[in-house]
C-alpha cells in the first residue's frame, strides 16, 4: 500500500523558512518521479515541484522559482521542500505526491502558515 506521510508544517513569519518532509513507503521509491502541490483555502491545488528518480532534475512553479529547494534522500525513501523567503501567499496546505500505475496517490497534508 503507498503511503506518503508529511509533516514540517508550521506557523511562520514572512521571510522566514520552513523544510518539510515526506515519507513514502509501500513502492520503490527510487523509481518515481516525486512532486510537491499545494492547496491555499478556496482555491484548487497548485503545482508546486517535481524531482526526478535521482534528484538530478528539479522544476519548479515561477511563484516559488529560487526560494524554495526540493530533494530527495532514497535511501531514507524520502522527499524534502525547503522553502525559504516565505511570503502570504505561501500559506496553504502542502502535499507531496506521487502517480504509481494508473493511481495518483497524494498524503494527508501539512500546513503551512505564513502570518506576522
Known amino acids: 500500500e503507498v503511503q506518503l506521510v508529511e509533516s514540517g508544517g508550521g506557523l511562520v513569519q514572512p521571510g522566514g523558512s520552513l523544510r518539510l518532509s515526506c515519507a513514502a513507503s509501500g513502492f520503490i521509491f527510487s523509481s518515481y518521479v516525486m512532486t510537491w502541490v499545494r492547496q491555499a483555502p478556496g482555491k484548487g491545488p497548485e503545482w508546486v515541484s517535481g524531482?526526478?528518480?535521482?534528484?538530478?532534475?528539479?522544476t519548479y512553479a515561477d511563484s516559488v522559482k529560487g526560494r524554495f529547494t526540493i530533494s530527495r534522500d532514497n535511501a531514507k525513501n524520502t522527499l524534502y521542500l525547503q522553502m525559504n523567503q516565505l511570503k502570504l501567499e505561501d500559506t496553504a496546505a502542502y502535499y507531496c505526491?506521487?502517480?504509481?500505475?494508473?493511481?495518483?496517490?497524494r498524503g494527508q497534508g501539512t500546513q503551512v502558515t505564513v502570518s506576522s
Open positions: 505526491q506521487v502517480d504509481v500505475g494508473s493511481r495518483r496517490y
Open positions: 524531482i526526478n528518480y535521482g534528484g538530478g532534475s528539479t
